[in-house]
């Protein structure tokens, strides 16, 4: 097996050994196997390992190369999907017990264009059950029980792509995918301490994929680095016709990040969290100067506008969410849910009024126009992930989990493009994290904020030391 | 970090409510009689913070939601339900005071705005 160097590092240094034949698709497909099987069982990482797949992709990817046939950064490095991805032959169970069985005869988009990059997928991250959709109040809101996290496993990944971020912090792939409709990705990045990257709306095909809120929901690379993040978005985006939301290939296409011609302006957010642990103030304070001193950024503070954004993006996901899963909800079926949130949520949902949906959607252009406005003054807006680090397994989330995110419902329901980063631990070794923000099209500014931070800063090298 | 529920939804319940109090914990059962009386109170309080015409809103949706589904939910998640319900109409109700125009078209999908080219 090889060793934790080797499994920890970013998909742009295991490529290059790939390319170079420094490095074997196999041994390194085999060795993140091995540890999953371990580690990833002991954290409850995995909804199901596809070994026998992977082992057969990596000969494939082993075999191409040694005949000097390279694909791309991507042939050959091993990755997980979070398991609301449809993959052809496995079970894709959306984390939820009333969908253990459910299988689809495709693979969704991303798949697709994962295999034909070379990838290897090696298992279907666990993860919230319905990506939260009918709510949760509890970690355990899961069909294999609450995923732990790899800095303590006494503590939570946060969700709904909480697999697919314990299995990129553990080091039992070289990437991940996950999906955010409202933190989904920014909060399981910032409370294991990788690089999550939510892409704007409509770049990445949702084909394939348990749709939780077809107007919000995003598909997005979970990674050891803002690089990493860039090298999986440039293979994964793209117009895709069988998505109703996939914006025009010359819009959806993502071409990477390159250096600013000139300095990128960055608004620190003034006005995001209400209330900050000391720790994570502590840590975002030094993340501040760390940005203020870069001569590639331009720091100010903004604001965001002040308004009922995020009860409208609340009303938003939960009508989209009560249509999504009519069925289960009509045929009762919610009952074999694990949360006592989400047993009850999918009824109370279905009681909201046509007419607060046409205004949460009106109220949404409204938001949509102001942040457009903000976006005059700044390119990237930044701030902490989160004004905590991780919760314990068995807290209530409504109690320990709880407060106003103003830029999470904005971002959402703007469909705003956004990377969390590491920036620091807490004092009993957590990780804190920072994010940035841009316009909708804007990956690439978002993207280059977080390599400039990366490039000051050794946080995101840094991984859990696990027997 | 815990808040009032009437000030925001979170990412974990959307609009069903962000119940802050430890509602599980204190639904009546085995824990007991006071505990049991704290819920009621949770629920009593929340249905208190709201005017006549929102708690006559609210009582309306519970009595839909127990018409349709009723025979399937236990004392219990029916008293869940009366609390998420009744924490939820604060923010439905300051959503609908937003001053919007007659005018203000809704956006069904987000919109790829670019600096300033909505005016």
Same mark, same amino acid.
Request: glycine share 20%; proline share 5%; net charge positive.
């Given at each position: 097996m090889l060793s934790d160097d080797v499994l920890y590092l970013p998909v742009t240094e295991l490529s290059r050994r790939i390319r170079l034949r420094q490095l074997s698709p196999v041994k390194l497909t085999e060795s993140y196997l091995e540890r999953s099987q371990k580690v990833g069982a002991r954290l409850n990482a995995y909804a199901t390992l596809t070994s026998d797949l992977a082992l057969k992709q990596a000969h494939a990817a082993e075999k191409e190369i040694a005949a000097g046939k390279h694909r791309g950064p991507l042939h050959g490095i091993p990755y997980a999907a979070k398991d609301l991805l449809a993959v052809k032959g @496995?079970? %894709? *169970?959306?984390? *939820?017990r009333p969908y253990k069985d459910q299988s689809f005869d495709y693979d969704a988009t991303v798949i697709k264009k994962l295999d034909a990059a070379g990838a290897v997928l090696i298992g279907k991250a666990a993860m919230i059950e319905l990506a939260g959709g009918l709510g949760y109040r509890y970690a355990s809101a899961s069909a294999g029980g609450p995923t732990k996290n790899p800095w303590n496993e006494e503590f939570w990944t946060c969700g709904s792509s909480s697999g697919s971020a314990a299995i990129v912090g553990a080091g039992l792939a070289a990437f991940a995918l996950g999906t955010e409709t409202w933190g989904s990705i920014i909060c399981p990045s910032g409370f294991v301490g990788i690089s999550g990257l939510r892409p %704007?709306? =409509? #770049?990445?095909? #949702? @084909? =394939?994929a348990m749709a939780l809120a077809y107007s919000m929901d995003h598909i997005g690379p979970m990674c050891r680095s803002a690089d990493d993040c860039d090298l999986v978005l440039k293979v994964i985006s793209g117009h895709d016709p069988q998505d109703a939301g996939s914006l025009a290939e010359p819009q959806a296409k993502y071409a990477g990040a390159v250096p600013p011609a000139k300095p990128l302006r960055v608004g620190w957010i003034a006005n995001q969290w209400k209330e900050i642990s000391p720790d994570v103030n502590k840590y975002s304070t030094a993340a501040r100067e760390v940005l203020g001193k870069s001569n590639l950024l331009k720091l100010s503070t903004v604001s965001l506008p002040e308004g009922p954004w995020e009860i409208a993006a609340g009303v938003i996901v939960s009508v989209e969410g009560a249509a999504a899963f009519r069925d289960l909800i009509q045929s009762g079926k919610v009952s074999e849910l694990n949360d006592p949130l989400g047993k009850i949520g999918g009824y109370m949902n279905e009681t909201i009024s046509a007419s607060d949906h046409m205004t949460a959607e009106r109220i949404r252009r409204i938001v949509q126009k102001k942040m457009d406005d903000l976006f005059t003054q700044v390119d990237v807006l930044a701030t902490s992930s989160l004004p905590v680090t991780a919760t314990k397994l068995d807290v209530n989330l409504d109690e320990a989990l709880t407060f106003p995110d103003p830029i999470g419902g904005i971002g959402n329901i703007c469909g705003l493009p956004a990377i969390s980063v590491p920036c620091g631990f807490d004092h009993v070794g957590l990780p804190i994290s920072i994010q940035f923000i841009g316009r909708p099209l804007d990956d690439a500014q978002v993207v280059q904020a977080a390599r400039i931070f990366q490039a000051q800063t050794d946080w995101h090298k840094r991984h859990p030391k696990l027997s | 970090m815990s808040k009032s529920s009437q000030e925001h939804i979170t990412r974990r319940s959307f609009a069903v409510? +962000? +119940? +802050? +109090?430890a509602t599980a914990a204190l639904l009546p059962g085995k824990e007991g009689r006071a505990e049991g009386e704290a819920f009621a109170q949770s629920q009593t309080d929340a249905m208190s913070k709201l005017s006549p015409g929102g708690r006559a809103e609210v009582e309306a949706k519970i009595k839909e939601i127990f018409r349709k589904y009723g025979s399937r939910l236990s004392d219990a998640q029916k008293a869940d339900i009366r609390k998420v319900m009744a924490e939820t109409q604060d923010g439905l109700e300051k959503m609908r005071s937003f001053a919007l125009a007659n005018g203000d078209q809704p956006a069904s999908v987000p919109l790829i705005l670019r600096r300033g080219d909505h005016r």
């Open positions: @496995y079970p %894709t *169970a959306w984390g *939820a %704007t709306f =409509g #770049r990445v095909s #949702r @084909y =394939g | 409510g +962000a +119940a +802050a +109090a």
